[in-house]
């Protein structure tokens, strides 16, 4: 008897421990027609879930719920009692009738006016700066964040493809999401802890890492940054949260009323503080807004907790859907502290409800506040990088001691799934695979060849033209690494090299030593700001498809060294030497010039075809918020765009190393991308440039046009190369991306989410007489003193891979000139 009684003790403990409540289903009108954003929650919690435009939900909740309340404006709220523990593909009908006596009816777009939900987000505006951290000027807190990968939809038809086979052993992580759920298989999982310090007199704010895992390959350093930068911080008082370089409306932002309809649903004590529940929805489709709901403070008009939902048709691509969740932490009365903030992204090539894809998830968590400590103004300066290869050394006992939140079963899964995988050989041939298409190049064992996409390229001087390439690579952190190639062109007959070398001497302040050694045939005048790197090589000098002839190249030969130092982050200084030599690779185009003008005696004058020239210049960059990874020679961004300035001066030596010409050239450039908020991203680049002395065509400052059918930044769309040379120039460049604002307001042009750009580009220049003097070229000098403009309209993400953009020259315009073009680009952009 006792063994019974004990034994049903355990059951009973047994069956609450693992207690949940899982329901799922549509809710639909007396027409059968899906109701969207209605609220579903479990009666007497704050659990809750706004549906989708299908009309679909799915609420689970860790405790026994009994029952499930239904309700959206205008239709008469239904409590349904749940029999079973699990009940999904429910199927619920909302009649229209009358509403409970204390809710009040709108349409399905809520007014504006007398509507109490409006009167506490008013108030909500009214308090906001004197929330959270804001209150205090000075703030400590430690930092724990997760993010994990999870391959979701997963069904039997899936675990039984050929690709899996082998790695079948997978599959027994499979889980259910709680916020969608769908099946997912965790397959990847890094941690992180750290500390926050923020100063809001100085506008300072600084992290630092204690501690890294993760279920690790090479990459995942690269991956972590990537992935942590798509989920950069944001605060949900803001008026526009960024999310993938896009702008979404906070429901808590001024502009909110314009884009959402609000309903006060509910009101309850949340850890034994009175709050007012608020349902969101957006007022139109295909706009970066969210659904969800809050639960906002009757005295401080904190927030206590949120949930923001992007609704599927918003326009972004790659993306089903983006879940988040904050929970605030009460400190004392009058101060709400954010202590958890949860984000899931459903990552898909499509957004049908049934398509497979992958779970990027983040959880970060934060306690232990010390606040109004104050610390010197350089603890606040950024470190260049960090070193400390202790971060990513700590034993299990230390995580175990100091992670936040244990991790569940799945979550410690994962660790052991990946080591295993790691000796498959199949997963490795996979893996491999992924990396040669992420990063160009086919690694050799220490050796990596490509890039591929440079392998096969045509001009009218060469012809067809192969290229075969590669460089060194141990890891993304080597502090040396050597590149080279080879090309022959079929029309030329002749074979082109270059090599160059990297070697990080000091990796504190990042002194870095380049050499390189380049011949080969160039489009110069592709743009203002040449670069001395011998790798590099501009798409007009290759481009398979042209319009027009692309003849006007030159054969280069260039030998360069430099030094390059990052006194502070983001900001480098390079001190260069280089020596070049110039000639026309083409018969129909010359670059010759005057050494010694015609005169009476000699009425030919004395010209030279060859430019050979040392030159030595000094660079200055700063990145202003430029994100980047790795530790090594060569470091890859993670975050863009961003704002950069760049200045150049350069000087020319006569007769060193038989040098034929004495000059100074000053070059400044400067890009900034402006958020404009619910309008889209505007950016703006300037250069301005100007060369002292008496220098030919071969080292003017040409104007850089595009005679490809691509789009290529810094360029002029309807300028042939060489149409304008100066040397003293000014441009700018204005981009603006409405990001689809107009097209979703426009019927049967919502669903393709198209986006919409305009551009304005302008340059202005002069050349000296001097310099027009020594021209025996037979190219007829031209510079846009009159300021030569051009303007563009385009539409983008067509297929989402795909931008057409449509060009009308502004002025200089003559019968043999380019006054319309169409140009396209490629790209995988959110």
């Known amino acids: 008897m006792k063994d019974k009684i004990f034994l049903g003790l355990l059951l009973l403990i047994v069956s609450f421990s693992f207690a949940q409540t899982k329901v799922s289903g549509v809710v639909l009108d007396e027409k059968n027609k899906p109701v969207a954003y209605a609220n579903v929650a479990f009666v007497g919690t704050s659990e809750g879930i706004v549906t989708n435009e299908d009309g679909r939900f799915y609420l689970e909740s860790e405790g026994i719920r009994k029952t499930l309340q239904v309700s959206f404006i205008g239709y008469t709220t239904q409590d349904i009692n749940l029999e079973k523990a699990v009940t999904y593909n429910m199927k619920v009908i909302l009649s229209s009738g009358e509403e409970l006596a204390e809710v009040k009816i709108y349409n399905a777009k809520t007014s504006k006016k007398n509507n109490p939900a409006i009167d506490i987000l008013r108030k909500i505006w009214e308090r906001k700066r004197q929330n959270g951290l804001r209150q205090f000027k000075q703030y400590e807190m430690e930092k724990y964040e997760k993010l994990e990968f999870d391959m979701n939809t997963i069904d039997s038809a899936f675990m039984k493809r050929k690709i899996f086979k082998g790695m079948e052993f997978i599959f027994n992580s499979v889980d259910t999401s709680r916020i969608t759920g769908k099946t997912y298989l965790p397959i990847f999982i890094n941690e992180a802890i750290g500390r926050v310090y923020g100063d809001n007199v100085r506008g300072k704010v600084k992290e630092t890492l204690e501690a890294n895992k993760n279920s690790g390959f090479s990459g995942n350093q690269q991956i972590t940054s990537y992935v942590s930068d798509l989920y950069a911080d944001y605060d949900i008082y ?8 896009k702008a979404f409306t906070s429901p808590l932002s001024r502009t909110g009323i314009d884009v959402y309809n609000y309903v006060l649903a509910d009101s309850s004590f949340i850890e034994n503080k009175w ?88 959880t970060t968590m934060f306690r232990n506040h010390i606040f109004d400590k104050e610390r010197p103004e350089d603890f606040y300066k950024p470190e260049i990088q960090n070193t400390d290869p202790e971060v990513y050394l700590k034993p299990d006992e230390y995580w175990e001691e100091n992670r936040f939140e244990h991790l569940n079963k799945d979550e410690k899964g994962v660790y052991k799934m990946l080591d295993v995988l790691q000796t498959n050989k199949k997963f490795l041939r996979i893996y491999d695979l992924v990396q040669i298409i992420g990063s160009g190049y086919i690694n050799y064992g220490g050796i990596d060849v490509g890039p591929l996409l440079s392998t096969i390229g045509y001009n009218e001087v060469e012809g067809l033209r192969l290229r075969v390439g590669g460089r060194t690579y141990f890891g993304e952190n080597d502090p040396w690494r050597v590149q080279g190639y080879t090309a022959y062109g079929f029309k030329d007959n002749k074979f082109k090299y270059g090599i160059s070398g990297k070697w990080m001497v000091e990796p504190k302040s990042r002194l870095i030593l380049s050499f390189g050694n380049r011949r080969d045939v160039e489009q110069i005048g592709a743009s203002f700001t040449e670069s001395n790197d011998v790798m590099s090589r501009s798409f007009a000098s290759s481009s398979l498809f042209t319009a027009g002839n692309n003849g006007k190249l030159t054969n280069v030969s260039l030998t360069s060294f430099s030094a390059q130092v990052e006194p502070a982050k983001n900001f480098t200084i390079q001190a260069g030497l280089s020596y070049r030599t110039l000639i026309s690779a083409s ?68 007769d060193v190393w038989d040098s ?103 340059v202005y220049g002069t050349i000296s007489d001097k310099n027009r003097a020594i021209n025996a070229s037979g190219l007829l000098y031209r510079a846009p003193e009159d300021f030569y403009y051009e303007y563009n309209a385009g539409i983008g993400n067509i297929f989402k891979v795909l931008k057409i953009e449509f060009a009308w020259r502004g002025n200089y315009i003559t019968p043999n000139t380019n006054n319309f073009g169409v140009k396209a680009s490629f790209g995988i952009k959110f």
């Open 238 to 245: 803001d008026n526009y949260l960024k999310f993938f370089d």
């Open 275 to 362: 709050c007012y529940n608020i349902v969101y929805y957006p007022r139109r489709k295909s706009e970066l807004t969210f659904k969800g709901d809050f639960w906002v403070n009757d005295t401080t008009w904190a927030i206590k907790k949120i949930n923001l939902e992007v609704t599927k048709s918003a326009n972004i691509n790659w993306v089903k859907e983006i879940y988040i969740e904050q929970d605030f932490d009460v400190l004392n009365d009058s101060v709400f502290l954010l202590k958890r903030d949860y984000i899931m992204t459903d990552f898909a090539i499509s957004k049908k409800e049934d398509s497979k894809g992958i779970y990027g998830k983040r």
């Open 587 to 654: 018969e129909e185009f010359s670059m010759d010039y005057y050494t010694a003008l015609p005169t009476t005696i000699n009425p030919l004058g004395e010209i030279q075809s060859r430019v050979k020239q040392s030159e030595v210049n000094l660079q200055l960059d700063y990145s202003f918020t430029r994100k980047t990874v790795g530790s090594g020679v060569e470091r890859r961004t993670t975050n863009r765009p961003y704002a950069e300035l760049f200045l150049n001066f350069s000087h020319g030596f006569k």
């Open 660 to 762: 034929d010409f004495d000059y100074n050239k000053v070059q400044l450039y400067y890009r900034q991308p402006l958020n404009m908020g619910g309008i889209g991203r505007l950016d703006v680049t300037t250069e301005l440039g100007k060369t002292f002395g008496e220098v030919p065509l071969a080292l003017l400052s040409i104007v850089p046009g595009n005679q490809t059918y691509w789009t290529i930044p810094g360029t002029f769309n309807l300028l042939d190369f060489y149409e304008f040379q100066t040397d003293t120039y000014a441009t700018i460049q204005l981009q603006h991306n409405f990001g689809g604002r107009i097209f979703s307001r426009i019927p049967f042009l919502r669903k393709l989410n198209w986006r919409e750009t305009v551009g304005f580009k302008g």
